[in-house]
């Protein structure tokens, strides 16, 4: 919403009439009184500078004439640097989900993935089988706050392999070590 109002504020301040285009604020404008330099302040070779757009040799007094000289070998050497390729170091990017799973798919090919529902045990159920997730640490713990147990993950999956073993990640696409799922006999 509040681009929204932004966008009309611009609309309207770029659609003033002719006659009252001062829109700047009080604050704005002696923003850019403060920033202006008096170009009778300035020295001479930057008041032709100003006018004729250019610097002449002969218009700079000896030290200028040394400052510009020193300038404009400094910047040469820093153009040396910058036209060097610079290593550039790959950020860490952080994994999304999808790029998880696929992950998963790549590590185990030709699997399968299914989505099922842990109860506040740990319990979930798949293909007629009970199985119960670690709930006593991690991301499947409960966390106590002022309105009672609250869990992070509330789902767990399945990953089918193509030998008939199962595999299982969070719902997040994380892979769970092997001792966190156990089957519950009946």
Same mark, same amino acid.
């Given at each position: 919403?509040?681009? +929204?109002?932004?966008?009309?504020?611009?609309?309207? +301040?770029?659609?003033?009439?002719?006659?009252?285009?001062?829109?700047?604020?009080? =604050?704005?404008?002696?923003?850019?009184?403060?920033?202006?330099?008096?170009?009778?302040?300035?020295?001479?070779?930057?008041?032709s500078?100003l006018?004729?757009?250019?610097?002449?040799?002969?218009?700079?007094?000896?030290?200028?004439?040394q400052?510009?000289?020193?300038?404009?070998?400094?910047?040469?050497?820093?153009?040396?640097? !910058?036209?060097?390729?610079?290593?550039?170091?790959?950020?860490a990017?952080?994994?999304?989900?999808?790029?998880?799973?696929? &992950?998963?798919?790549?590590? =185990?090919?030709?699997?399968?993935?299914? +989505?099922?529902?842990?109860?506040?045990?740990?319990?979930?159920? *798949?293909?007629?089988?009970? *199985?119960?997730?670690?709930?006593?640490?991690?991301?499947?713990?409960?966390?106590?706050?002022? *309105? $009672?147990?609250?869990?992070?993950m509330?789902?767990? !999956?399945?990953? !089918?392999?193509?030998?008939?073993?199962?595999?299982?990640?969070?719902?997040? $696409?994380?892979? !769970?070590? &092997?001792?966190?799922?156990?089957?519950?006999?009946r």
């Amino acid at each position: 919403m509040k681009w +929204l109002l932004d966008r009309c504020g611009t609309l309207l +301040l770029r659609d003033v009439p002719e006659d009252s285009q001062d829109t700047l604020t009080s =604050y704005k404008e002696s923003m850019i009184r403060l920033r202006e330099i008096n170009a009778s302040d300035c020295p001479p070779s930057v008041s032709s500078l100003l006018e004729g757009s250019e610097i002449t040799q002969q218009s700079l007094c000896d030290t200028e004439n040394q400052s510009l000289n020193t300038f404009l070998d400094q910047l040469s050497e820093w153009e040396q640097v !910058l036209k060097k390729p610079r290593k550039r170091k790959e950020k860490a990017h952080p994994s999304t989900r999808f790029e998880r799973l696929q &992950a998963i798919h790549k590590q =185990y090919p030709g699997c399968q993935i299914r +989505l099922c529902r842990v109860d506040v045990n740990g319990d979930f159920q *798949y293909d007629n089988e009970q *199985y119960c997730v670690d709930s006593t640490c991690g991301k499947y713990a409960p966390h106590k706050t002022r *309105y $009672g147990d609250q869990y992070d993950m509330d789902r767990i !999956l399945v990953i !089918l392999l193509p030998n008939g073993s199962k595999a299982f990640a969070d719902q997040d $696409g994380y892979l !769970l070590d &092997a001792g966190m799922v156990t089957k519950i006999e009946r």
